[in-house]
C-alpha cells in the first residue's frame, strides 16, 4: 500500500480476511477501495471494521464515503458519532462542513 500498488494491496487485503477478518485489515482495504476511487467498493469493508473494532478511522473514513456518494444524512450521522469521541477529527470535521 505504501509503495501506491492500491490494487495489488487490495489483492492481499481480500485474502488475508478470507483467512481472518481482522478490522484493521478491513480497514486498509476500504482505504484503498476510495484511493482508488471506488468508492461504493469501500463501504463494505469500512463497515466490518467498525462493526470489530471501536476505532474512529473507519467511521471517519466510511463517513468521507458516504459524502461522496450524497448520502448526506449518514455521512452526517457518522461524522457526529466521530466528533462526539474525538472533536478535531480532520476528517469527520470536512464531512460536517460539506454536508
Known amino acids: 500500500m505504501d509503495a501506491g500498488d492500491f490494487d495489488k494491496a487490495i489483492e492481499c487485503f481480500k485474502l488475508s480476511n478470507k483467512t481472518l ?8 482495504w476500504g482505504e484503498c477501495e476510495m484511493k482508488l476511487g471506488n468508492i461504493k467498493a469501500s463501504i463494505m469493508p469500512l463497515t466490518a471494521a467498525m462493526e470489530l473494532n ?41 464531512v460536517m462542513a460539506c454536508n
Open 21 to 28: 477478518a481482522h478490522f484493521k485489515t478491513l480497514e486498509l
Open 54 to 94: 471501536s476505532s474512529l478511522k473507519p467511521a471517519s473514513l466510511l463517513a468521507k464515503a458516504y459524502s461522496d456518494l450524497g448520502d448526506s444524512k449518514r455521512a452526517i450521522e457518522l461524522a457526529g458519532i466521530v466528533l462526539n469521541k474525538a472533536p478535531n477529527n480532520k476528517l469527520a470535521k470536512q
